[in-house]
C-alpha cells in the first residue's frame, strides 16, 4: 500500500473543510490554537513512517493521554481495574454527571472523564509523580526523549476544572476515589496537556497494532489478549458520545481528544494519526474524522 500517495490524496481532497468546526475554547489556552492546522502520519509496524501537512508540529493531545493512562493501570492493576470502571459506551457527553448518580459512582468507561479521573487515582496511588510517569511512558512508546506536557495549558485546564471538580468529588462520595480530590486533578490536567505531534503518537500506538508488543524493542507490554481488549475498548468508547458513528464511518479502533487529534489503528500493520483543531459538537476533529474514513475507504484497511 502506497500510505504517502494516500495521505497527499487526502489532505488534497480535504483542503475546502480544514479549517471548519470550532477550537475547544472552554480551555482557554486551547482557544488561541489555528483551527486551520492539519497533519496525518502512518507509521508502520516495520519503522516506515509516512507524512503530510502538520504531522510534525507539536498539539495538546488532551484526552488521548487517557489511553495511556489506561494502560499503565492496567499494567498495575490486571482485571481488578474493573471492579472501579465499567466497559460499555457511555452515550452522553464526555464531562456528563447524569450516569454517575444512577450508577452509585461507577464510571461508564474509562475514555469519559469520571473513568480517567478514577484512572487516574490509580496512578496517584501506584506513583509518586503520575504525570511524569505518563511523560516517561509516552517517551519510551514514541521513542522521543523530549515528549513533555505544557505547564500553560495544564493550569488553564486546571482553572477551568470545575465540573471534573464536582465529578471527582461525587465519586469520592461514593468511595471510588482514594486520593484527595485536588491530586488528582492535578496530575489528570498535566497528563492531557502532554504535547505530541501525529508521527510520535502513531508511534506510540504500535504496540496495540503489534499484539501488545513493542516493535522497536520486541518488549511485551500487554498481553495479546489485553490488546485485544483494549482495542475493542477504543473502537466502542474512544471518540466520546460519537462511538457508533465513527465505528460506522472509519471502522478503526481510536481515541480521539480536543486538541483535535485523533490515534487510530490498522491491527497488525500500522499507527495513524491526524491533527486537525477544528471540532465537530461531538468534540471530534471535524477534519480528523473526515480524513480517518476516506482513509478507510481508499486502503480498505478497516477490522470490517
Known amino acids: 500500500m502506497n500510505y504517502q500517495a494516500v495521505l497527499e490524496q487526502i489532505h488534497d481532497e480535504l483542503k475546502p473543510v480544514i479549517g471548519q468546526g470550532r477550537v475547544a475554547s472552554y480551555i482557554p489556552e486551547l482557544a488561541s490554537v489555528s483551527p486551520k492546522h492539519f497533519g496525518m502520519a502512518v507509521v508502520c509496524i516495520d519503522g516506515t513512517v509516512h507524512t503530510v501537512g502538520d504531522a510534525r508540529v507539536n498539539f495538546s493531545i488532551q484526552s ?21 470502571l465499567g466497559r460499555e459506551p457511555s452515550g452522553n457527553p464526555f464531562n456528563s454527571l447524569v450516569q454517575l448518580e444512577h450508577e452509585h459512582g461507577k464510571p461508564r468507561n474509562p475514555f469519559i472523564n469520571a ?48 465540573r471534573n471538580a464536582a465529578m471527582a468529588y461525587f465519586m469520592k462520595s461514593f468511595g471510588n476515589l482514594k486520593n484527595p480530590v485536588g491530586q488528582v486533578l492535578d496530575a489528570y490536567c498535566r497528563h492531557c496537556a ?40 477504543m473502537l466502542t468508547c474512544g471518540t466520546y458520545d460519537a462511538a457508533g458513528d465513527f465505528a460506522f464511518r472509519v471502522g478503526l479502533p481510536a481515541k480521539s481528544g480536543v486538541g483535535g487529534g485523533i490515534l487510530a489503528l490498522v491491527p497488525g500493520e500500522c499507527g495513524v494519526c491526524v491533527w486537525s483543531p477544528g471540532l465537530e459538537p461531538s468534540g ?9 474514513e476516506a482513509f478507510t475507504t481508499i486502503t480498505g484497511r478497516s477490522i470490517f
Not at 479521573?117 to 526523549?145: M, N, Q, S, W
Request: overall charge neutral.
Open 64 to 84: 488521548i493521554s487517557k489511553l495511556f493512562t489506561l494502560v499503565m493501570a492496567l499494567k498495575t492493576e490486571g482485571d481488578a481495574l474493573w471492579d472501579r
Open 115 to 162: 473513568g480517567a479521573l478514577v484512572v487516574t487515582d490509580i496512578l496517584c496511588t501506584r506513583y509518586a509523580v503520575p504525570e511524569t510517569a505518563a511523560v516517561e511512558f509516552l517517551r519510551k512508546l514514541a521513542g522521543h526523549p523530549d515528549v513533555q506536557y505544557d505547564r500553560r495549558v495544564a493550569k488553564s485546564e486546571r482553572d477551568t476544572a470545575h
Open 194 to 233: 502532554i504535547e505530541m505531534n501525529c508521527v510520535d503518537l502513531a508511534r506510540s500506538v504500535l504496540f496495540l497494532a503489534n499484539h501488545g508488543v513493542l516493535p522497536s524493542t520486541g518488549e511485551r507490554l500487554l498481553t495479546a489478549s489485553a490488546a485485544k481488549r483494549l482495542n475493542a475498548l
Open 284 to 292: 471530534n476533529s471535524l477534519a480528523g474524522s473526515l480524513a480517518l
